[in-house]
């Protein structure tokens, strides 16, 4: 029930093209979901997250997308360029111990 | 420094070794979490301090694991009797309250 399922486990999109991520969780406790952007050698960034009292959150390029009722949460990154080629995780949790998927390898081909 | 801070970047150890990895947070940031993040897969939580008292160990995989913050600022995780299952990327981050961590570039610890 901690756990967060993301899919796919890599992502090859064309410049310009739309990148989805999706994530899935069990625990209706969990009140704070993250998306961390990761790239090789650096610790995870923040880069947009999402309280489940709002369905949207938009942020430049960047919109995550929340289904309370499917228990489902996605990131969407907009006119996808090379430098967002990176790993992106989602997570969530409902104190201070957050919960990660595992995974997914972006890479935007130009 | 404006970020959080971890050293080594890198170490290799023999197993049965002793290590010991650094985090410096930023400054004034009540809480400090370390993670370890094997590789492939997403980051998992080790432990949790407020200032210095370590309210959460319940991550830490065994009684070699060890983590303190004696002044409620720096923070070290030894390991100690390293074992080959201990290789894996150690991950510090802090925050000044809620949920805005900030995660050093972690210790990629690799036993041999």
């Known amino acids: 029930q901690q756990q967060v399922k993301q899919s796919p486990q890599s992502l090859i999109v064309q410049k310009g093209g739309i990148s989805i991520i999706n994530c899935a969780y069990e625990n209706t406790a969990f009140d704070y979901f993250p998306w961390y952007q990761q790239f090789p050698g650096k610790g995870p960034a923040l880069l947009i997250a999402?309280?489940?009292d709002v369905s949207e959150k938009k942020e430049g390029r960047f919109t995550i997308s929340f289904n309370k009722s499917a228990k489902q949460f996605s990131l969407h990154i907009m006119d996808s360029q090379p430098g967002d080629s990176a790993t992106y995780f989602c997570?969530?949790?409902?104190?201070?111990?957050?919960?990660w998927g595992a995974g997914t390898k972006l890479i935007i081909k130009p | 420094g404006a970020g959080v801070s971890q050293s080594p970047r890198y170490k290799v150890a023999k197993r049965g070794q002793d290590v010991a990895l650094r985090c410096d947070p930023i400054?004034?940031?009540?809480?400090l979490f370390w993670y370890q993040q094997a590789l492939g897969q997403g980051p998992e939580f080790l432990t949790y301090?407020?200032?210095?008292?370590?309210?959460?160990k319940s991550g830490l995989p065994s009684d070699r694991f060890f983590a303190e913050r004696p002044e409620g600022s720096v923070s070290t995780l030894k390991i100690q009797r390293t074992q080959q299952e201990d290789s894996a990327v150690y991950l510090c981050?802090?925050?000044?309250?809620?949920?805005?961590?900030?995660f050093g570039s972690g210790t990629r610890l690799t036993v041999v």
């Open positions: 997570a969530a949790t409902s104190n201070y111990q957050l919960i």
């Open positions: 981050a802090s925050s000044a309250s809620g949920f805005g961590y900030t």
């Open positions: 999402i309280r489940p």
């Open positions: 301090f407020q200032n210095e008292a370590q309210l959460d």
């Open positions: 400054s004034g940031h009540v809480s």
